[in-house]
């Protein structure tokens, strides 16, 4: 069969590249053409367009780039129209990929699968009429999702996380691993260790590393450990490390998780991840403005917390210390209490246990595959 993605992300072209190859294992003859990235091409086929190309983010950038981004979006349409794919499968990316949806439903009868829900539950609500209108398959992989597209009277799929595959992959490979190895490979001293996951942007890097770091300072017997985000260079870390004594490790974020004592995270996926590896955790997140962005998440946003932990055990499993409560006395305290207090610490890890038994077993791509395939099967016959 012949499959058309789309991604326009780093994170889409590695989830749509995992998915492709589960594609290929349960159809021998499949053929992709695709907008994505390296991983994608790595899975063969045809690229049409680079994510890099695609990815403008915020309202001025796409502003300023609306011509490329309108002219990207025809070369699309009239790809998908050439290649007359048997399906097409769009990965989050919702600017854009749901004007291909709207496309593709009203000018073909190319059923639209969509893997990986943007999040509508948290902001754009409103989306979910499109969703209904304009997509055949929705496959989540979260499962708090199911529910919320079952109160707009719209049937979904939890085919599991990806991140659990990964954190699986992980164990899988590591298991001669300890942490005299590591502590060995990357010149660190014998104290225990505290991570640092300061975000994966520079202006977050910028906004949270400081911060941290005085946090680490009062624990004396502890050293902080970053974990470099790709894609930025270790200069522009040591501008922010100033006198403090930190090493940086690189394409080890799950190592260093799995032999830190405590993580100090930014949100997004990186406090899944560090719940999966079961190693205790503060989020915090520094804003701008910070008592009106805790204003407008009070009020503008449909979501009680900003950390995947906690969105998916329904309630506070790990403390949030964002907009106004992201000072260095609170973040401090929090350490403390996961260091110190064992009773605290065992709840949170205790916690992670029933997250972990959420999310379900590896396979949310092998579980992705088989449904769009049998989707496809049912159509043909």
Request: with cysteine; net charge neutral.
């Amino acid at each position: 069969m012949k499959y058309f993605l789309v991604a326009g992300e780093a994170s889409g072209d590695l989830h749509a590249s995992n998915l492709m190859s589960a594609l290929k294992s349960k159809d021998p003859h499949a053929d992709f053409r695709f907008f994505g990235g390296d991983l994608m091409l790595a899975q063969g086929g045809i690229m049409l367009k680079h994510y890099r190309e695609l990815a403008f983010m915020g309202f001025i950038p796409v502003l300023l780039n609306l011509g490329t981004i309108l002219r990207n979006m025809k070369i699309c349409q009239e790809a998908i129209i050439e290649y007359q794919p048997d399906v097409v499968i769009l990965i989050d990316y919702p600017g854009f990929n749901l004007k291909i949806a709207k496309f593709v439903k009203t000018k073909t009868s190319i059923p639209v699968h969509y893997y990986i829900s943007p999040k509508v539950w948290a902001w754009k609500e409103y989306r979910v009429k499109s969703f209904k209108k304009y997509v055949d398959e929705m496959l989540c992989i979260l499962p708090f999702e199911v529910d919320f597209f079952k109160k707009h009277n719209y049937k979904v799929d939890y085919v599991g996380n990806p991140t659990v595959d990964a954190v699986a992959h992980y164990r899988n490979s590591s298991i001669d691993d300890t942490p005299e190895l590591f502590v060995e490979s990357n010149s660190l001293e014998s104290k225990p260790i505290i991570a640092l996951l300061a975000g994966s942007r520079k202006q977050e890097i910028k906004d949270n590393l400081p911060a941290m770091l005085e946090v680490v300072s009062a624990f004396p017997a502890y050293q902080p450990v970053i974990a470099g985000a790709p894609g930025i260079d270790a200069g522009y870390y040591k501008e922010y490390i100033g006198t403090h004594d930190c090493k940086i490790v690189f394409g080890q974020t799950y190592r260093l998780l799995t032999y830190a004592e405590v993580a100090l995270v930014t949100s997004g996926t990186a406090t899944l991840e560090t719940a999966l590896l079961r190693t205790p955790q503060v989020v915090c997140y520094k804003t701008p403005v910070p008592k009106l962005v805790y204003w407008f998440f009070k009020n503008i946003l449909h979501t009680p917390y900003i950390s995947l932990v906690n969105l998916i055990a329904g309630e506070e499993v790990v403390k949030e210390l964002f907009a106004k409560f992201f000072t260095q006395k609170n973040i401090q305290n929090e350490v403390d209490l996961l260091l110190n207090d064992l009773e605290y610490r065992s709840n949170m890890l205790e916690n992670y246990d029933r997250i972990i038994s959420i999310l379900g077993a590896p396979g949310a791509s092998e579980k992705a595959a088989r449904i769009i395939i049998e989707k496809l099967d049912k159509t043909i016959l």
